[in-house]
C-alpha cells in the first residue's frame, strides 16, 4: 500500500538547520508531486511548500522563503525539507503529503506522513 | 493573501448534525478539501473538490460550497467525530496552498 514514513523527531539550537526526510513507498514516486505541511503545538496547519520529484522543481510559502529548501533522491523514493537558521517558532510537527493526483493542481491530501516533531531550545 | 474563516469551536450532540463553515471571498469559485485530525495523528481527508469523498470515509460527511461559504456538513454524529477539522483551498493568485484556522467539533 501506499506509505510516507518520515524520520525521526529533532532537537535543534537556535539559529540551526534541519532536515527531514519522507520514505515513499507503493506508488511511483515521479508520478507525483509531495507537499509540505507544518503544525505547531496546539495550533493549525500551515502550508509550507511542494517540490516536483519528476524534474525537482519547488514552490515555497511567502514564510518560509529563503530558509526552505525541499529535494528529492528518485534513486530511493525519498523527499527531504531542510529549515535553516531556526528559532523557537519553528518548533512543531512537520508533515510530507502525497496528493490525491499527478500533476499540479492537485492538493487533496489523502496520504501523510507521520510526522517528524522538531524542537527548537537552547 | 487568501484567508479562510473557521469557528473556532462547534458542539453538536450524538445522532444530530454538525455543520463547520469555513468562509472565504468567493470560496464558491475554488475547490475546498476537508480534513479531519484526531490528537496525535496526522489529518485524514473527509471531502475533497467540495463534495467528493475518499474511498472509506462514511456517507455521513458532505460537503457544499458557494458564495463567500463551503460547509462540511456530518450527519448523525458519532463520539468518534470528536476531532478538529480544517478546510484547504488553492490560492492561485500566489500558487499557495491554504488552511483555515481550525474548528473543533466537541460531541456533547
Known amino acids: 500500500q501506499v506509505q510516507l514514513v518520515q524520520s525521526g523527531a529533532e532537537v535543534r539550537k537556535p539559529g540551526a538547520s534541519v532536515k527531514v526526510s519522507c520514505d515513499t513507498s507503493?506508488?511511483?514516486?515521479?508520478?507525483?508531486?509531495i507537499h509540505w505541511v507544518r503544525q505547531a503545538p496546539g495550533q493549525g496547519l500551515e502550508w509550507m511548500g511542494w517540490?516536483?520529484?519528476?524534474?525537482?522543481?519547488?514552490n515555497y510559502a511567502q514564510n518560509f522563503l529563503g530558509r526552505v529548501t525541499m529535494t528529492s533522491d528518485t534513486s530511493i523514493s525519498t523527499a527531504y525539507l531542510e529549515l535553516s537558521r531556526l528559532t523557537s517558532d519553528d518548533t512543531a510537527m512537520y508533515y510530507c503529503?502525497?496528493?490525491?493526483?499527478?500533476?499540479?493542481?492537485?492538493?487533496?491530501?489523502?496520504?501523510w506522513g507521520q510526522g517528524t516533531m522538531v524542537t527548537v531550545s537552547s | 493573501s487568501y484567508v479562510l474563516t473557521q469557528p473556532p469551536s462547534v458542539s453538536v450532540a450524538p445522532g444530530q448534525t454538525a455543520r463547520i463553515p469555513c468562509g472565504g471571498s468567493?470560496?464558491?469559485?475554488?475547490?475546498v478539501h476537508w480534513y479531519r485530525q484526531r490528537p496525535g495523528l496526522a489529518p485524514v481527508l473527509v471531502v475533497y473538490?467540495?463534495?467528493d469523498r475518499p474511498s472509506g470515509i462514511p456517507e455521513r460527511f458532505s460537503g457544499s460550497n458557494s458564495g463567500h461559504t463551503a460547509t462540511l456538513t456530518i450527519s448523525r454524529v458519532e463520539a468518534g467525530d470528536e476531532a478538529d477539522y480544517y478546510c484547504?483551498?488553492?490560492?492561485?493568485?500566489?500558487?499557495?496552498?491554504?488552511f483555515g484556522g481550525g474548528t473543533r467539533l466537541t460531541v456533547l
Open positions: 517540490i516536483n520529484p519528476n524534474n525537482g522543481r519547488t
Open positions: 507503493g506508488y511511483t514516486f515521479t508520478g507525483y508531486y
Open positions: 503529503a502525497r496528493p490525491l493526483c499527478g500533476g499540479d493542481p492537485c492538493d487533496a491530501y489523502d496520504i
Open positions: 473538490d467540495d463534495s
Open positions: 468567493y470560496i464558491g469559485s475554488k475547490s
Open positions: 484547504q483551498v488553492w490560492d492561485t493568485s500566489r500558487d499557495h496552498r491554504v
